[in-house]
Each structure stands twice: as structure tokens, then as C-alpha cells.
């Protein structure tokens, strides 16, 4: 088992910055990839980042590439989510989530274990 807090959200104004922290317990942090997705009211979830294991291989979602960095530090069994000019549309509850596997994936139901989620909003 594995259990994920996720803290940092807020409320920010549009071109704004936060930094979301997602806290591993349980099973070797390090032997897990991580995803971050978020879920707008009235939205299906939606991927947008994931940091494998080892932290060589990161992929973003389009929407987000340039504005958003995720990273780890398995001495802590945290992953992090810097967030850069943020946009209204950014507003959503962000889940972290992990997975052990061959391929780094993007799809959400790849993932075993998930936080309970954090609020982010953004106003204009």
C-alpha cells in the first residue's frame, strides 16, 4: 500500500505561481512513478504530468508544457509540482498518483494509488 497527501493549493490570481507537494508513505517511494491530474467542476479528469521512478523520464501535458515542472526527491517521498503563470482554466482539484511499471503512462487508470486531491483556483 501506499498512502499520498497532496497540500499547496490555494487560491491564486491569474499569471500567478503555486507549488504543489505530494507526500509518499507506505511502500519504496522510489520504485513508483508519479503522476499529477486534475479534475475540473463538470470535467472529466485529465493528465498532466508524469515523473518516472528515477526521474529520466517526464512527460506533460500539452496545456501545461512550458508553465508547469514536475520533480521528486525520493530522500523525502515527495513529488512536487511547480505551477507558473497560471491561467483560470487551470482551476481544478490536482490528484498525485503512483504506479510501478516498464513504460511511464499518462492514461489515469494506470495508476494504483491516488491523494485525496487538492483545490486549485485561479482568478482572473
Known amino acids: 500500500q501506499v498512502q499520498l497527501v497532496e497540500s499547496g493549493g490555494g487560491l491564486v490570481q491569474a499569471g500567478g505561481s503555486l507549488r504543489l507537494s505530494c507526500a509518499a508513505s507506505g511502500r519504496t517511494f522510489s520504485g513508483y512513478d508519479m503522476g499529477w491530474f486534475r479534475q ?62 516498464a513504460v511511464v503512462v499518462t492514461t489515469d487508470s494506470a495508476y494504483n494509488y491516488w491523494g485525496q486531491g487538492t483545490q486549485v483556483t485561479v482568478s482572473s
Do not use: H
Not at 48 to 66: C, M, P
Not at 74 to 97: F, G, H, R
Open 40 to 101: 475540473a467542476p463538470g470535467k472529466e479528469r485529465e493528465f498532466v504530468a508524469v515523473i518516472s521512478w528515477s526521474g529520466g523520464r517526464i512527460i506533460y501535458a500539452d496545456s501545461v508544457k512550458g508553465r508547469f515542472t514536475i520533480s521528486r526527491d525520493n530522500s523525502k517521498n515527495t513529488v512536487y509540482l511547480q505551477m507558473s503563470s497560471l491561467k483560470p482554466e487551470d482551476t481544478a482539484v490536482y490528484y498525485c498518483a503512483s504506479r510501478v511499471g
